[in-house]
């Protein structure tokens, strides 16, 4: 009998119970991963790394660039389930530390974004020059020397905001479109940088001639014209010397900072609007070309008229124009130019030293020029050969 007992089904109640509990269960696992799986969703979305402010300068760079359809984790996060879940992890702790407000700031990567990131998309094998064409850039030979990609691209995405150092607390709420469109508009931090290249291929001992890197035809056609080699291209207007600058600088022995500007970040931020047309900053033709050492390879050689045996004694009426004669000389006392030390002052040297005012007989007001009443004492055709009698 009691073997019979044991083998009754149970009870209505009894399996009432039972399906409730095993419907629960499932409804659990089911909203369990449900959840779990839009969570994972949501939260892989370049969206949500913007919810936290310490990202808002990361999420907006990465809108303005040109890989703003390229999700972050594509990018940020490596291939398996292992390394997703790894950063999911590590999402946690980023967001217990923004909660608790413990987050170091500026954001820095702990590791460079391996080349098999760039490698989804990017086809190095065909990667032989530039879109545009103009810079030959064989990409697989540099792979096979262990060049990252990163060396030369790291500001494609984000302009390189952590190393401006304009990353901190204090600017978050400044963050939206408009800013992250000016700091990714400054090309210098988001191109590769020809100071790169030109270091590396020093260190690495490879050619740092033009032709080494660009095609013939990046050589502009009034610069192969006969009249521009013969003097023309000392007729440039002031504003063009910027565009000079792009090739000439480095061709240049020594180093010099005549177009330092302000940051478009910093006009914007100052202003509301960026002005990216770029001034030579009040620089002359004159001024570059003294300081510019690849002008001296030319300019420093004696020109013919210098040659003649008269020249000593008649150089002050060879030329009606005498502005030529600054391009590689000077009329102060010192001078900087790397093209000659030979200044006006060299021969002719003024006989108003410095704080003259003060043991001159009479006295003379700081804001005195030369007029007649300087000729009761001084020779007229004396003071004339400096001064415009006025």
């Not at 240049?252 to 931020?269: A, M, N, R, T």
């Amino acid at each position: 009998m009691e073997e019979e007992r044991n083998e009754l089904p149970a009870p209505p109640k009894t399996r009432y119970k039972l399906f409730k509990y095993a419907t629960m269960v499932v409804l659990f696992l089911a909203v369990f991963f449900g959840l779990g799986y839009f969570g994972l969703e949501a939260t892989s979305t370049s969206e949500f790394c913007s919810s936290c402010h310490e990202m808002k300068p990361q999420y907006y760079t990465w809108k303005a660039s040109s890989h703003s359809e390229v999700e972050c984790d594509s990018c940020h996060i490596q291939p398996g389930v292992e390394n997703y879940a790894k950063a999911k992890g590590e999402g946690i702790l980023e967001l217990y530390k923004n909660q608790t407000d413990n987050y170091l700031a500026p954001i820095k990567m702990p590791k460079l974004i391996p080349d098999s990131a760039c490698e989804k998309c990017h086809n190095l094998a065909t990667r032989d020059v530039t879109a545009s064409g103009d810079i030959i850039i064989p990409h697989m030979k540099h792979k096979k020397e262990r060049i990252k990609c990163t060396e030369c691209h790291s500001g494609v995405a984000h302009g390189k905001i952590s190393d401006r150092k304009v990353t901190y607390k204090s600017d978050y709420g400044k963050w939206d479109e408009k800013l992250g469109v000016a700091f990714m508009s400054d090309k210098k931090y988001t191109s590769p940088d020809m100071d790169t290249c030109m270091e590396c291929h020093k260190a690495r001992k490879v050619s740092v001639e033009c032709k080494t890197c660009h095609e013939t035809t990046m050589v502009p056609k009034n610069h192969k014209t006969e009249e521009f080699k013969a003097g023309s291209h000392g007729k440039i207007q002031s504003s063009d010397l910027k565009k000079c600058e792009q090739c000439h600088s480095y061709m240049s022995k020594e180093s010099y900072d005549l177009f330092k500007e302000e940051p478009v970040y910093s006009q914007f931020l100052e202003k509301g609007s960026t002005d990216t047309s770029g001034t030579s900053n009040g620089l002359t033709v004159t001024q570059y070309a003294k300081t510019n050492t690849f002008c001296k390879d030319c300019h420093g050689k004696k020109p013919e008229s210098h040659k003649i045996s008269s020249f000593m004694t008649r150089h002050g009426t060879l030329s009606k124009d005498t502005q030529k004669c600054f391009t590689c000389h000077d009329n102060r006392i010192t001078s900087d130019s790397p093209v000659t030390r030979v200044q006006c002052a060299s021969c002719h040297p003024s006989s108003h030293k410095d704080n003259w005012r003060k043991g001159h007989p009479i006295e003379v007001p700081q804001n005195q020029k030369f007029d007649k009443t300087c000729l009761k004492c001084h020779v007229e055709k004396t003071c004339t050969k400096c001064h415009k009698n006025n």
